[in-house]
């Protein structure tokens, strides 16, 4: 299973969210925040490729939209009244799918899961099946900064869309780096666990060789 490429888009947020729409070749008059930044993620990684239309897609989110979510419970339970219709569309997790495949002409399998380390065994599967794959971690922040820190607990406040493309041979050889020994086990050394920031931190890096250990899945990395 071969890397053929990869984003990493951090944003340390200090006073308000960033306007991700400007920064799309491709935009959607509907879209909200988290979708603008699954699809900065995706056009950062794919770039100018033309992918295969049953390319496979998986997005992962611990928390998924946040922001749009408020609103429809807001709406619900604040104002007592319908939500939009629009922002109650955008809280159901598979629009974030049809979005990235509209934007990028793609028409294979699509699934939206909590962890990155849910979505490598399927993705895995689709790869050894001769299909390419796209894998993507995006993480959003509440706008309201003082409402995220108090919910999270955390000063920093980060939001990220990381993506890689995955397929079963390294065409031309221009492949980045190669998944080996592919393990469904947990980690033997489960006091060191690496999540998906030290692996796209590796990619990053001028390491030559990586060992993914999480819940669940193990691999190793060459470039």
Known sequence: MYIYAFSNIIERVEESLSDKKSKLTQKFNRSDNFINLTLLGVQQCVQKRVLPKQTSVYIASNNGNMNTTIKVFDSIFI???????????????SIKLFYVAKNFDLEGKTLFVDRFESAL??????????????????????????LHRERFGTEEIIESSRWILLSATNKDKKAIAKIENFSLECSSDSSKPHNEESFFSFLESDELSFAFRGDGVSFGVMK
């Open 79 to 93: 104002q007592k009244k319908l939500p939009m219709p629009f922002n109650f569309l955008n809280t159901v997790n």
């Open 121 to 146: 065994p399927q993705a895995f599967v689709d790869v050894k099946n001769g299909k390419t794959v796209l894998i993507g971690v995006v993480t959003e922040v509440i706008s309201d900064l003082e």
